[in-house]
Nanobody, 118 residues
Framework: QVQLVESGGGLVQPGGSLRLSCAASGNFVAINDMAWYRQAPGKRREFIARISHSGSTNYADSVKGQFTIARDNAKNMVYLQMNSLKPEDTAVYYC????????????WGQGTQVTVSS
């Protein structure tokens, strides 16, 4: 089984920063792309950022220059540095990874709540 566990969410004031982490564990052979998504109340889950195994990144236009994705392949972890947070960044943030066990398959974490409020 493969598990993705996010951490680092919480309450932050507008303009503040948070760093989310996601750890992959279990019996797998390799991890390809890792990504972050978010879902705000009453909205659909949306893509935020993706990073390949080699470190290539792409971002949603809404977070370019504000969020930075990074990964540590040795630790099977992916991170999301979020700066200049705004109330509209409030959402549950989900980690996603393309993982190979016997086959390649997408996995999701359980999500971590980020609330931006004064």
């Amino acid at each position: 089984q493969v598990q993705l566990v996010e951490s680092g969410g919480g309450l932050v004031q507008p303009g503040g920063s948070l760093r989310l982490s996601c750890a992959a564990s279990g019996n797998f052979v390799a991890i390809n792309d890792m990504a972050w998504y978010r879902q705000a109340p009453g909205k659909r889950r949306e893509f935020i950022a993706r990073i390949s195994h080699s470190g290539s990144t792409n971002y949603a236009d809404s977070v370019k220059g504000q969020f930075t994705i990074a990964r540590d392949n040795a630790k099977n972890m992916v991170y999301l540095q979020m700066n200049s947070l705004k109330p509209e960044d409030t959402a549950v943030y989900y980690c996603n990874a393309n993982v190979r066990t016997d086959i390649w398959r997408n996995y999701w974490g359980q999500g971590t709540q980020v609330t931006v409020s004064s």
